[in-house]
Each structure stands twice: as C-alpha cells, then as structure tokens.
C-alpha cells in the first residue's frame, strides 16, 4: 500500500505495460461492456465512415484506470476523468504512466494519468484523486 | 443539428441494473485487469470491502446493459451514430460500490453546444448520470462528453 509521506509532487508512478490489443479483446470488451457500436467490429462500417476498425476508448479508458489502480489502492481513488485525444487501432500496446501533480493537506493526491502507445502518442489523458492513508 | 443547445436539460428514462459478480469479472478479464479483488471475495475483504468492487469504469456496463444502448441513445439526441465519438469521460465515485447492490441511475443532459475547429464544425454533448444504491445512498457520478462531427 502506499501512503500519502511516500510522495511528493512530481513522483512518477511504475509504467504499467499491456498487451496488444486484438480483435477478439474488442469482441470481447463489447460483449463485457454493452459497446456493440459498428466501428469497433465491423469492417465494411468502417470503411463506409472513412475509417478503420477502431479500439473502444472505454477499453483504453478501462486500462488507463487499472493503471491508477495498481499505483494507489482501488479503495482510495475518488475521481478519474479523461479525454479521448487518438483513436487506438487493433495491433498497438498501450502503456499508462503517471505522476503526482499535488498534494493536498487533507490527504489528497491529484495525479496526471497518460495512455500511450510505444511511439508516445497519447490515446487518452487524464486527471485522478486519491485519498491516501498516512503512517 | 442545428439547435443542439435545445438538448440541455433532457432527462433519459431512469433504469436500475443489479452489479452482477459475473459482469464484473468479464469487464476486468476484457480490459486485462488481473487485480484480485475482482476475482476472489477474499481478497477484496482484505482490502476493506463488503463484497467484490467494481473495476472503476464498471459503471459503463450498468448504463449500456441497464438504460439504453449507444444506438438507441443517439436516435434519442438525433446524432448520427456513424458521426459520433467519446469525447471526455469522468467518474467521480462517492461511495463502495459491490456485486450484490442494486443501482437506480438518473441520467440528463447537461451541456451541449458546437464549436468549430480545424476540421470543421461539431456538436459537443456533455450528460450527467446519477447512481443511487438500495439503501438511497448517492455512490456515484458520471460525466460524458460525445463528439458528433458535422
């Protein structure tokens, strides 16, 4: 567990590194989520919007949360919120990495939260709050 | 669309979903979380909750399996499905939230307006939901931001 002495701002938090995403992981997620939009799944869709198959940004958003909640316990995080900046494409690895923004005399920390791909292109950024327990 | 703006203040119908262990479990597998609280009962009691806690955007499953889909959704606000994409997205959680609890979700929209960018006009469309446990208690909110390209 980690407590509120055991950062200060400007700490970066371990990377958090995940698989490719693949095609069945997006059948998978729509299934698991309720998401069946098209574009997510059907090829000829995507192709009639000018597009590709694309990953649902909940699922980057999902793992962009598991990043926050390996860094600090599920229990304390109070708000996660994001913006969905690039589409992420079947085939690339995402990687969360984040630091401590602020911390706050009642025990809050507020941290940057960043899904990446391999090139550092970011997918979704994000803002967190954690309350963290002191020693 | 031209009246976007009109769309503020319209309230979706309200609907009341059970967190199912099962879905919890097939959300954390989707998204690759191998955090075992999700998993085992055990686990999540050492970590101080009364049951297995919902990974933090589970609420996603509740509002799509629960209210209306994403399709129904867009017809409702008359944005092309095709046009449409998530745009911003934020939980802000109150209260635990465990596999057993019933939620009853209220769901409106609270901003909606258009701007014009680099690549041309677009509606932006911000709804606010509201979940409430069994017991009354206020344990979440969400926002959600969608984009509808012109």
Known sequence: ?135 | MSHVKDLIGLEFKPYTMTVEKGKIKELALAIGDDNPIYYDLEAAKKEGYAGIPIPPTFLQVIDLWGGMGSVEKMEKLGLKLARVLHGQQSYEYVGDIVAGDVLSVTSKVVDAETKTGSTGSMDLVTSENQYRNQRGELVAITRNTIVHRH
């Open chain 1, 1 to 135: 567990m980690i407590f509120y002495e055991d950062v200060s701002e400007g700490y970066e938090f371990p990377i958090l590194e995940k698989e490719p995403i693949t095609r069945v992981q997006l059948v998978r997620f729509a299934g698991a989520s309720g998401d069946f939009h098209p574009l997510h799944l059907v090829e000829e869709f995507a192709e009639k919007a000018g597009m590709k198959i694309i990953a649902h940004g909940m699922l980057v958003m999902g793992m962009l949360s598991q990043g926050v909640t390996s860094w600090v316990t599920r229990k304390n995080v109070q708000k996660i919120q994001v913006r969905f900046s690039k589409m992420t494409l079947p085939g690339e690895s995402i990687q969360i990495v984040g630091k401590v923004l602020e911390k706050k005399p009642d025990n809050t920390v507020v941290g940057e939260v960043l899904a990446k791909n391999k090139e550092g292109e970011v997918k979704v950024s994000g803002i967190f709050e954690a309350k963290l327990p002191s020693r």
